[in-house]
C-alpha cells in the first residue's frame, strides 16, 4: 500500500532522512515512534506530498506520487496540530472538507460520538484545543480511505473521547486499513499498535510487532524497550 | 481552485480587515467628494491615494494572510488537491476581496455623488482599473515574499522594504541617474524605467488620462509615440498584466517545491 | 445753406437713380460671367449671381464700389489660378458666396479675396473651401468681415497660407468667422485699432490668431482650439483679450498664447484648458491677467526672462500639472489673490482667504526644465516629497515668488 524507497530529505544542512526503505503491505496500525526530531513527521509529510524530498521513490497503492494530488484520496491524515480558519464555524468546515473531498454521511455519527452538536455553530476560534481535536478527529475519520495516517491523535482528548478514538482506530483497523499513528504516549502506542517502526536519525531503526522489540532490546515491557533503544544509541 | 478561492474569499469577506479596508476608501470617498465639492480635484487626490496606499495594503494583507492562514493551508494540503490550486486559489481570494472592497468603497459615494452624469467617469474608472491591477500585482508579489521566508517578522520585513522601494526609493534613484546621465538621449531608457516598475507603471496610465498636455511639451519621437498615441496605453496595460502574470507564475513555481 | 442741402439731396438722388442690379447666371441674363458684369458696371451698382458653378478667376475689381451677393448655392471655382477676387476699390460688399480651390504658389499669396487700399468694405457669408489664403486685406481700412467660413487642406506650413490675414489695416471688425485647416487663423501684421470678436479658429497648422508687430487691438469671445501653437501676440502694444477659450493646444511647441515682447496688454475671463502651456510669457511687461481661469494645461503659466511688472490677481488655477514654471528674477512681478487648487493652507479667520501663502512653483518644474525625460516622474510620491520639502525650505525657487492671499473658493465672473 505504502511503499518507500531510499528517501532522503535535508532541511537546510540537516539531514532529517537518511535513506528511508519502508514497505507496508498490509492492514494494521503502525505506530512511528522515534526521539524528538527523528523524522517521523517528516516520513508522515513525504507520504502525504508536503514534504518533497531530495532523492528516493514513494509508491502510495502503486503510483508515484510526485507530481500527483489525485492519491490523496486514500489517506485521511490527522495532522498534529489542529488550527482552522477562526472565523469559520465547525459546521462550515465540515461542509467545506466534504465540498472539497467528496460526499460522506458519517460525519453525522461522528459528531454524535464525541458529542459535538452544541458547537456546530461555534466559530473555531472560540473553541478549546480538545474541542478542536475532536473536530479533527470528525475531518479525519468521516472519509473511508484505505490509509489512515494521525499525527499526535490524543493530544487534549478527554478520557472519554480517548476511549471513542481507540473504539474508531480499532474499527477502521478491522475494515483492513492501514493506519499510521505517531504518539508520545507510549501506553496508548502498546494498547492500539500491531508493529513499530522506530526511527533514529533519519533510518529505520526497527520494524516489527512489539513482542519483536521487548526481544530483541531484552526488555520486559514496551516503555523500558524504548528507553533501551534510546540510552543505548545516545550513550 | 475554484473552491479554495470561494472558502478564501468568504473567509476574508468576514475578516474586520476587509470592512476596516472597505470603511476606509467609503470614508475618503466621502471626504473627497462631500467635504471638497469638486470631482476633478478628489479623483486627482484619489490617484495618489491610490498609487501609494493600493499596494501597501495589497503587500500587508498578501503576507498577513498567508502566515496567519498557515495551518489552513496545510490542512488543505493533506486533501486531494493540486497545490497550485490551493495557492493560486488563496492568492486570488485574497486579491479579489481586496479589490470589491476598493471598488464597492469608492463606488458607492462617487455613485451617491452623481458620477455617471460626470464625465469624470472615465478618469474614475481607470483609477479603479489599475488600483485592481495594484492589487493583483502587490498581493502577488507578497506571496512571493512569503513563500520564500518561513519566518514571518522577516516575511514582513522584506515586504515593507520592497513597498517602500518600489514606492519611493526607485523613483529617487531613477530620478538620480535621468539627471546624471541628462547629456545623453533619455526617453527611451526613461520609458524602459517606468515599465519596470508597477507604481511608476500605473501612474503612466493615469498620468496618460490627467496630465497628457504636459506629458506632449516634449520633443523625444519616443516619448510623442508613446503618450501621443494609444501605444502608450496598451503598452502600459500589456506590461502591467505581465507585472500579474510574473509573480503568479512564480507562486505556482514555487510553491511545488516547497516542504510544510 | 439751402442751395447746398438742394444740391446734397440732388446728389443722392442722382446716386440712387443712377444705382443698378447687374445679375449673373448662366443662362437667361444680362450676364453669364462675374467679370462681364463687374466689367460693365459702374460704381455704386449691385451686381446679383444667380446660384450655379462659375469657373472663373482673378476677378478685378478697380477704383469702383460695388455690393456683391450672390444667391445660395453660388459657386465660384477658381481651378487653381490666381486669386478669387482681387479689389483695391472703396465701399466694397462681398456676399454670400462660395469660393473654392485657390491656387497653391511658393511665391504669390493668392486668396479667395484680395482687398488693397480698400476702405469701408463688408466681406460676409463667404465660404473658402481648399483656400490657400482666404482673405488677404493689404492697407486698408473700416472694414468688416464677418460670419465667413474658410478651410485649407494644405497639409504642411510651407503649402498653406492664413485664413485672413491683415498687413497695414486699421479698424478692421472680424466676426463670427470660422476657419480651421490653414496656416494662421487670423494674422494681423501691422495691424491696429482691429476688433475680433467671436471667432471660431481650430486645427490651424500655426497660431490661430497671430499679432505682429499691432497695436491697440481687442479680441474677445472667440474660441481657438487644437492649433498647432494656440495665439501668438508679438512685438505688440495694448492688446486687450477678453473672454476668449484656448483649448487644446497641444505639443512641444504648444500654448494658449504665446506672449512675446508685449507690453500693456490685458487679459481677462480668459479660459485655459488641456494645453501643454497655458501662457507663454517672453519679454512682457506690464500686463494684468484678471480673472481668467487655467484649468488642466501641463504648464499654467511659464514665464521666461525679461518679464517686468506683470501682475496675476483673482485667476483660477485648476489641476494643472504644473502652476507656474519661473526663469530669472521675479522683476516685480505679482501674484496675489489667485485660488490655487493645489492650495492646502487653511482659513482659521474665515475672510476667504488662506493663513498661509502659497508657492506655486515647485523644485520638480526645475528639474523638468533641465532633465525633461523626468516629467516621466511627474505625481510620483519621491517628487511630491522633494517638491514639500522645497516648500518647507526654498532653495531653489525664487523665495518671494509667492501669492501672499490665496484664495479658498474658485473666483467666478
Not at chain 3, 245 to 254: C, H, L, R, V, Y
Not at chain 3, 292 to 318: E, M, P, Q, R, W
Request: charged share 20%; hydrophobic share 45%; with cysteine.
Amino acid at each position: 500500500m505504502v511503499e518507500i524507497i531510499d528517501l532522503y530529505k535535508k532541511f537546510d544542512k540537516n539531514n532529517v532522512l537518511n535513506g528511508i526503505n519502508l514497505s507496508i503491505k498490509e492492514g494494521g496500525i503502525f505506530a512511528v515512534l522515534g526521539p524528538n526530531g527523528s523524522g517521523k513527521t517528516t516520513i508522515i509529510k513525504t507520504i502525504l506530498g508536503m514534504v518533497i524530498p531530495d532523492r528516493g521513490t514513494l509508491k502510495v497503492f502503486n503510483t508515484n506520487i510526485k507530481n500527483n494530488s489525485a492519491y490523496r484520496h486514500e489517506i485521511d491524515y490527522l495532522p498534529q496540530i489542529a488550527n482552522f480558519p477562526s472565523n469559520l464555524k465547525v459546521s462550515e468546515l465540515i461542509k467545506m472538507i466534504k465540498d472539497l473531498r467528496g460526499k460522506t454521511d458519517e460525519d453525522q455519527n461522528l459528531i454524535s460520538k464525541f458529542k459535538l452538536e452544541p458547537f456546530l455553530n461555534k466559530k473555531l476560534g472560540t473553541l478549546s484545543g480538545g474541542t478542536k481535536q475532536k473536530v479533527n478527529i470528525v475531518l479525519t475519520f468521516m472519509f473511508n480511505s484505505p490509509i489512515i495516517i494521525l499525527d499526535e491523535p490524543t493530544t487534549g482528548l478527554d478520557p472519554i473521547s480517548l476511549i471513542r478514538l481507540k473504539e474508531l482506530i480499532e474499527v477502521e483497523k478491522n475494515k483492513g486499513k492501514t493506519i499510521l499513528i505517531t504518539s508520545h504516549i507510549m501506553s496508548f502506542v502498546e494498547e492500539v499498535a500491531d508493529k513499530i517502526v522506530f526511527i533514529l536519525e533519519g533510518k529505520i531503526y526497527f520494524k516489527g510487532s512489539i513482542d519483536e522489540l521487548k526481544a530483541k532490546t531484552k526488555q520486559q515491557d514496551f516503555e523500558h524497550a524504548i528507553a533501551n533503544i534510546l540510552t543505548k544509541n545516545h550513550a | 481552485m475554484l473552491k479554495i478561492l470561494k472558502y478564501s474569499f468568504f473567509d476574508l469577506m468576514r475578516s474586520s480587515w476587509s470592512y476596516v479596508y472597505f470603511a476606509f476608501y467609503l470614508l475618503l470617498g466621502i471626504v473627497l467628494l462631500f467635504l471638497n465639492n469638486d470631482l476633478s480635484k478628489a479623483v486627482i487626490t484619489l490617484m495618489n491615494v491610490i498609487i501609494v496606499l493600493v499596494p501597501l495594503i495589497g503587500t500587508i494583507f498578501g503576507v498577513m494572510y498567508y502566515y496567519n492562514s498557515k495551518e489552513f493551508t496545510e490542512l488543505l494540503l493533506a486533501q486531494p488537491l493540486k497545490r497550485s490550486s490551493i495557492f493560486l486559489g488563496q492568492f486570488l481570494g485574497v486579491a479579489i476581496s481586496l479589490s470589491m472592497s476598493l471598488i464597492i468603497g469608492l463606488g458607492i459615494p462617487f455613485m451617491a455623488y452623481g458620477l455617471f452624469k460626470s464625465n469624470a467617469i472615465w478618469d474614475f474608472s481607470l483609477l479603479l482599473v489599475v488600483g485592481v491591477f495594484l492589487t493583483f500585482i502587490f498581493s502577488a508579489l507578497a506571496f512571493n515574499i512569503a513563500l520564500s521566508n518561513e519566518n514571518k517578522i522577516k516575511g514582513f520585513g522584506y515586504a515593507i522594504l520592497m513597498w517602500l522601494f518600489l514606492a519611493i526609493i526607485y523613483d529617487g534613484l531613477f530620478l538620480m541617474s535621468l539627471i546624471l546621465f541628462e547629456d545623453y538621449p533619455l526617453d527611451k531608457v526613461s520609458l524602459i524605467g517606468t515599465m519596470l516598475n508597477p507604481i511608476d507603471l500605473s501612474r503612466t496610465l493615469i498620468l496618460l488620462k490627467l496630465d497628457i498636455s504636459a506629458l506632449l511639451g516634449y520633443t523625444g519621437a519616443v516619448f510623442k509615440q508613446f503618450f501621443g498615441t494609444s501605444f502608450g496605453l496598451i503598452t502600459s496595460f500589456i506590461m502591467l498584466t505581465v507585472w500579474v502574470v510574473l509573480p503568479i507564475f512564480r507562486i505556482v513555481f514555487k510553491s511545488k517545491k516547497k516542504d510544510f | 445753406m439751402k442751395i447746398q442741402l438742394g444740391i446734397l439731396l440732388l446728389l443722392i438722388s442722382t446716386c440712387f437713380a443712377s444705382a443698378q442690379t447687374l445679375t449673373v447666371c448662366k443662362a437667361d441674363c444680362d450676364y453669364k460671367t462675374i467679370q462681364g458684369a463687374i466689367d460693365s458696371s459702374q460704381s455704386g451698382d449691385r451686381i446679383f449671381i444667380k446660384k450655379g458653378l462659375y469657373k472663373e478667376s482673378n476677378l478685378i475689381i478697380y477704383k469702383k464700389s460695388l455690393h456683391i451677393t450672390g444667391e445660395e448655392g453660388t459657386i465660384i471655382d477658381t481651378q487653381q489660378n490666381g486669386y478669387g477676387f482681387s479689389v483695391e476699390a472703396t465701399d466694397i460688399i462681398i456676399k454670400n458666396l462660395t469660393i473654392k480651390n485657390i491656387e497653391v504658389s511658393y511665391t504669390k499669396e493668392y486668396a479667395a479675396v484680395l482687398l488693397f487700399k480698400s476702405y469701408d468694405f463688408l466681406i460676409e457669408n463667404i465660404t473658402v473651401e481648399n483656400a490657400f489664403f482666404g482673405f488677404l486685406i493689404q492697407k486698408s481700412k473700416d472694414g468688416i468681415i464677418h460670419n465667413n467660413t474658410i478651410s485649407g487642406e494644405g497639409l504642411a506650413e510651407a503649402d498653406s497660407g492664413n485664413a485672413i490675414h491683415l498687413w497695414h489695416c486699421e479698424h478692421i471688425k472680424i466676426t463670427n468667422n470660422d476657419v480651421r485647416r490653414m496656416r494662421d487663423g487670423i494674422y494681423l501684421e501691422f495691424g491696429s485699432n482691429s476688433y475680433i470678436s467671436n471667432n471660431y479658429s481650430t486645427e490651424n497648422m500655426r497660431y490661430g490668431l497671430h499679432f505682429m508687430f499691432s497695436n491697440d487691438n481687442t479680441y474677445e469671445n472667440n474660441t481657438f482650439k487644437a492649433n498647432g501653437a494656440g495665439v501668438a501676440v508679438m512685438f505688440s502694444k495694448k492688446i486687450k483679450m477678453y473672454n476668449n477659450i484656448f483649448k487644446k493646444n497641444w505639443g512641444t511647441a504648444s500654448y494658449g498664447i504665446l506672449l512675446k515682447e508685449i507690453n500693456d496688454a490685458e487679459l481677462k475671463h480668459n479660459i485655459f484648458e488641456d494645453n501643454t502651456i497655458g501662457i507663454n510669457a517672453d519679454g512682457t511687461n506690464r500686463i494684468t491677467y484678471i480673472e481668467n481661469t487655467f484649468k488642466n494645461n501641463g504648464y499654467a503659466i511659464k514665464v521666461h526672462g525679461a518679464c517686468y511688472d506683470n501682475i496675476y490677481s483673482k485667476n483660477n488655477f485648476l489641476y494643472n500639472s504644473f502652476d507656474l514654471s519661473y526663469s530669472g528674477n521675479l522683476n516685480s512681478n505679482k501674484f496675489e489673490n489667485n485660488y490655487w487648487s493645489n492650495y492646502t493652507g487653511y482659513d482659521l479667520d474665515k475672510d476667504g482667504i488662506g493663513d498661509i501663502p502659497y508657492r506655486p512653483v515647485k523644485l520638480f518644474s526645475y528639474l523638468v526644465n533641465r532633465t525633461p525625460e523626468s516629467i516621466v516622474l511627474l505625481r510620483s510620491l519621491f517628487i511630491d516629497i522633494i517638491d514639500f520639502s522645497e516648500k518647507v525650505s526654498p532653495v531653489f525657487t525664487p523665495e518671494n515668488l509667492i501669492d501672499n492671499q490665496p484664495l479658498m473658493t474658485q473666483v467666478t465672473w
